[in-house]
Structures are given as C-alpha cells and as structure tokens.
C-alpha cells in the first residue's frame, strides 16, 4: 500500500545506465518510426493530419480573402472559379472560412487535449503510485466524471463559464481527464510492480524520481496513443459545443458555428452545409486512422 | 438470452457438485450486485455537487448571470432568495439533495412549473429516440461486424470497415443535416422534423407516441410517428453503429479462430449456425460492454440530434434552457440524463456479471 522508500545513507545510482536507457528507448523509436510508414492506415491518417496543419500554418497565403470578409453581392453563391466552396449569407468566401477554422479546430483540440494529459497523467500517477486515501479519492473523481455523457459535462462547464471558444476549451480538457488519468493509474499500478522500479525503490531512490525516470517514460506509448484518438473526439466536441453556440462565437469560422449557420440556408444553399461538415469529417478521420495506426504499432495489447 | 454459467459445468462432474457450484457462483454475483450498487452511492452524491455547482460556481453572482446585465437590483435580489442564494452553500446543498431526494428537481425559471412534472415528456420522447437508434445500431453494426468477421479481409470487409471508420468520424449534427437535405428537403420521402404531424391531433398517453398510437388502435398516427423517427433514429444510431461494427469483427475474429468453432465446422454444422450460435455467444461479452459506453455517446448525441430535428426531448429541453438562462432546467436537465446514464451502465455492468461467469468480481 504505501510506496514511502526507506531513505538510505549510500549515494544511489539507477539500475540502468543512462547511455543504455537512451539507446534502448532510441531504437525501439526508430523500429516504431519505421514500422509507422509500413502502416498503410497510419500514413494516410498522418498525411490527412499533415494536410490540415499545413493548412492550418499557410492560411493567409492560400486565400485571397479575409475570413471575415463581407461580399453584399456575392450572397449565398455556389461554387465557382472564384469560390471554390461557394459563399455563406453575407457573402463570405467558405474556403477561406474552411482553412481558417482549421487553425481554430487544431488550436483548441491540440491544447484541451495536453491540458488533459497533463493533468490526468498527474492525477493518475498519483493515483497509481501512492495508492490509499489519494488513489480512492481520485478515482472517485474519474468515476463522477465519467458519469456524465461527456458531451453533457461539456454543456454543464460551459453554461457555467458562459459560451466562448476558450471557455469551451477547457470544457474539452475536464471531460477527458478521467480517461488519460485511468489509463495512467493502470499502467502505474503495472509498471509499479516491475523489477526495475522495486530495485530504483531499494536503492532509496527519491519517490518523484522514480515516477519521472521509471514509471513515466514507460507508460507514454498508451498515453500518446490515446492522445491522438482523443484528438479526434475534441475536434468533434469543439465542433458540438460551436453548433450548440456554446463555443466559438460569430464571426470566428469555426466550422460547427458555420454548420448551425447554415441550417437556415440548407436548400437553397447545400454548400454551406456540406463543406464543413467534410472539412470536421476528414479532421476527425485523420487523426482516428492515425490513433488506430500507433496504437497497432506502439501497443498491441491495447487493440483488446 | 445467453444461458447462465454454462462455462462452469463441464459434464464431467456430478450433477449435486454442479449446482453446489451453481450456488455458490449466485452468491458472488449476488454479492457483486450489492458491491456495485453501494459503489453508486460516491458517485451519485459526486453528480450532485457537480449538478449543483452549475448554479453556485458562476463567476460573479449568479443571479445576475440568470437575468444578465440589465436587470434591476430588486429583481436580482428576487431571484436570489428565490433560488435560495442568500443561504450558506452548505445549507443551500442539503436542501438541494433534500430536494432531489423527494423528487422535487426545482421551477423553470421561464414556465414557473415543477421541473419534475414537465420533464416527463421530454423525457419520454428522448428515450423512444435513444431506443430506436440504439436498436438500429445494434441490428447494423452487429451484423456488419459479423459479415467483415465472416468474410475476413475480403472487399466486403474492407466496404464495411471504411463504412465504420467513416461512421466514427462523422459528426453527429452533419449527418442529420445532410439526412434532412437529401431525405426530407430534396426527395420528400421523410418529414425533416417533429415527432408527429400536428395536424392529427394526436393526444398522447404516456409519451412514448409509438405505444401510445398502437394503444389507441390508431395505425396512421402509428405510421406518421415512425417516418418521423427515422432520420433522427439513424442519425443518432450511426456512431455506436460504427463502433459496434468494429468491436463485433475483433470480437468475433478471435472466437473464430477457437479449436470449439473448427470442431463445430468439422461436424458439418451449418455456417449459419456457426456464425450465429456458437461464435457470437462468446463473442458476445466484449461487444456487450460497448453497449454501455454507448449509451453516453447516444444521450449526449441526442442534444444535437433533437436541435437538428427539433424533436421534443430532454436535449431539446436543455438547450432551449441555456438560451434562457433557465439554470434550474439545466441543471435537472443534465442531472436526470446522467441518472439515465449510470443506471444504463449499472444493468450493462450486471448483465455482463450474470453473462460471464469467469471474471473475479472480488478485485477491481
């Protein structure tokens, strides 16, 4: 139960060498790194992810228009030369709104999900290493959350925040906690019991120390795994919270506020429905043929 | 239904040796069932703080949150005592849970009506949504996943994997958008929203319209109230169908590679019976586990599937309630579908303990 190392008087030194540790990890990187590009779903998950980074960086450069530029008489105009994706109510360009909202998607998916990590992978490690009254109060706390249909704790941080990108950001980040801090508290409680970690524990090595040199670097594969399909629901949740009009708020090009923007307009106008929708569809598909690809590569076990 | 432990008895043992162990495996799941239900207990009391937070950790005063910048400082101060927020938290807290324990969830704000008696509706028609669409999800996503598993990397596997990978991706309310836009709007063949043609008048008797038209022998209004269920049904239904497909494949790949299956081949059982009786039965455990997770993907789902078709359920409910500012729905709203959620995972969890005979239920 508790995990207190006994302090020893004699200068301690890990188990492993550092040089060894480093080329092991190096390797079993490169092996990975090469089995990645073998992995057909996981190129072209990582090529579609790639995309819309890219896309995301170059934005100003693709388009000639602002994001936010009103046409009064380019209304509500279908796909031509001049706008690939047509145009919304007041006659903005949707490609360019498209290629903007990917900065706004990546942006809030890439920090709710960190967010979510680092405080979930703390939460679990405590949980994991110290057990006791810490593990069972922090697991309980992942057990209220995820009682909740996430998108609904979602709605309940939000209409306590009040609707905003930022504020539903964080809605993000909360909702996904439990799932990073129980899967870092169940490879804790298995690494916890290996040789290594017993041999840093009897060498009097200090409790963070382990964590951050033992247990840690051997419980990021699933983390990383998880963070990429987790990627994937923010993107979709940021996108909910929007077409609620909880998150982004108008003129941002976020594209589920651009979705519920068009509901009005859905046939005399399609476009402005069907491009961001794609525009989340390919996003979200990206990242789960990405997540799927590292988790066959990385973690085998986890496909159970 | 799976036949109860059928596992444990080998047929080699004695037939008073069989049901000593019948008992004594009833009593660890009878046992399993109390450790279950007393786990409840952390978690309700947490939903409640949470539930009850969504009024008392706005930032600033919440009451003029709820009437926002404009109102006058008696109205604020109305409100205030209203809702009870001249009370210490604690206080305010115990009467909350006092509350909720007497079935009282509070007033709308908006109507002024016991939240109680007029989510009963909403309710209702969420649950006849949920239920279709999980039916259709199940009956899909089951069976694609058994023809992907049958027909292991053939082109039909691959048609139902990219089916199911797409379906994963899709978000919800574009779905239901483009059902609306191609199904009701372009093609005609379904209604785009409600839950009945109002035009007929249909009064309801306990909500859920499809029993209730088959109660009154009313079969148009049977019809109408189906054809009005389907777009938002599949829509809702897509996701937990794609991840019911995917589960049911990996499920049944690794039954089917069992030395029991080629036995059964090798006797000359049909591949039907195969397929449906022996390899899904012990495929079906881990599939049922996803039963329960995707319940939650489903009631969240019905909030934006209820907006899109403005279907009259609890999502529909609590949406128009964060427009108003209607703090005492929302937080019911959410408190009563989360309710919803955990007794869904709570007969899943129970259901599995009786399924599966060979999980420890005595460690975590």
Redesign the interface.
């Known amino acids: 139960m508790s995990a207190q190392p006994t302090p020893s008087p004699v200068t301690t030194q890990d188990p492993k060498t550092e040089g060894e540790e480093r080329e092991a990890l190096n390797s079993s990187l490169r092996d990975a790194w090469r089995s990645l590009f073998r992995h057909r779903s996981a190129v072209i998950g990582g090529g579609i992810v790639l995309f819309f980074i890219l896309l995301a960086l170059i934005a100003p450069l693709l388009v000639p228009y602002g994001f936010n530029q009103v046409d009064a008489d380019a209304r509500l105009q279908a796909p031509s030369a001049a706008h690939w994706f047509g145009t919304d109510d007041l006659g903005r360009d949707i490609f360019t709104r498209i290629v903007y909202g990917a900065r706004i998607s990546l942006w809030v998916g890439f920090f709710a999900i960190l967010g979510s990590i680092i405080v979930g992978s703390l939460l679990g490690l405590i949980a994991g290493y110290y057990g006791g009254w810490k593990d069972i109060i922090i697991s309980r706390v992942f057990d209220t959350l995820l009682a909740f249909p996430s998108l609904l704790l979602g709605i309940a941080i939000v209409s306590m925040l009040g609707p905003s990108l930022e504020n539903a950001m964080y809605a993000i980040a909360i909702i996904n906690i439990p799932n990073f801090g129980r899967l870092m508290r169940s490879r804790v409680l298995s690494v916890k019991q290996e040789d290594f970690v017993l041999a840093a524990r009897a060498v009097g090595m200090k409790d963070w120390r382990i964590l951050l040199k033992h247990v840690m670097p051997n419980s990021w594969t699933p983390i990383m795994v998880q963070g990429t399909l987790g990627f994937a629901t923010a993107v979709l949740e940021a996108a909910a919270f929007g077409f609620l009009g909880l998150g982004a708020q108008p003129p941002e090009p976020e594209w589920g506020k651009m979705l519920s923007d068009s509901r009005q307009f859905i046939q005399s106008a399609p476009w402005t429905m069907i491009f961001p929708g794609m525009a989340i569809m390919f996003t979200v598909l990206g990242f789960n043929l990405l997540g799927d690809g590292l988790r066959d590569i990385l973690d085998p076990r986890m496909k159970q | 239904m799976l036949p109860l432990f059928q596992i444990g008895s080998t047929g080699q043992g004695s037939i008073g040796e069989t049901a000593v162990f019948q008992r004594k495996v009833g009593e660890i799941v009878f046992a399993y069932t109390v450790r279950r239900l007393l786990?409840l207990i952390?978690?309700l009391i947490?939903?409640s703080?949470?539930?009850f937070?969504?009024v008392h950790?706005?930032?600033g005063d919440p009451a003029r949150?709820i009437l926002g910048d404009k109102a006058t400082p008696e109205a604020v101060e109305k409100i205030r005592t209203h809702l009870g927020l001249d009370q210490p938290l604690y206080i305010q807290y115990f009467e909350y849970v006092k509350g909720l324990l007497q079935g009282d969830l509070g007033e709308s704000l908006i109507t002024q009506r016991p939240i109680a008696e007029e989510i009963g509706p909403y309710l209702a028609g969420t649950m006849e949504l949920a239920l279709l669409a999980m039916g259709i999800a199940i009956f899909f996503g089951m069976n694609l996943g058994i023809l992907s598993a049958w027909r292991h990397n053939s082109a039909v596997d691959y048609t139902a994997m990219v089916i199911a990978?797409?379906g994963?991706?899709?978000?919800?309310?574009?779905l239901g958008?483009?059902e609306?836009?191609v199904f009701a709007?372009?093609l005609g063949w379904l209604p785009s929203n409600g839950r009945i043609d109002p035009r007929l008048g249909f009064e309801p008797i306990t909500h859920f319209y499809l029993l209730d038209s088959l109660i009154k022998g009313d079969f148009y209004a049977f019809n109408d109230a189906f054809n009005h269920m389907i777009l938002p049904a599949v829509a809702l239904g897509t996701i937990p169908m794609a991840i019911i497909a995917r589960m049911t494949r990996?499920s049944m790949l690794e039954v089917m590679r069992s030395d029991y299956v080629r036995t059964a081949r090798a006797k000359g059982v049909s591949e039907f019976l195969v397929i449906y009786k022996h390899t899904l039965k012990n495929a079906f455990i881990p599939i049922l586990t996803v039963f329960g997770l995707q319940?939650?993907?489903?009631?969240?789902?019905a909030?934006?599937t209820e907006?899109?078709f403005s279907w009259p359920g609890v999502g529909q409910y609590?949406?128009d309630a964060?427009?108003n500012r209607d703090?005492p729905v929302?937080q019911s709203g959410?408190l009563i579908?989360?309710t919803l959620?955990?007794l869904i995972n709570l007969i899943v969890d129970l259901l599995y303990a009786a399924v599966d005979p060979r999980i420890q239920y005595g460690k975590e």
Do not use: D, H, K
């Open positions: 786990m952390p978690v947490g939903m703080i949470i539930t937070s969504i950790a706005i930032p949150a990978l797409i994963v991706s899709m978000p919800v309310f574009w958008l483009m609306q836009w709007q372009e990996s319940m939650g993907l489903l009631l969240g789902g909030v934006l907006t899109i609590l949406v964060i427009n703090y929302i959410i579908i989360a959620f955990v």
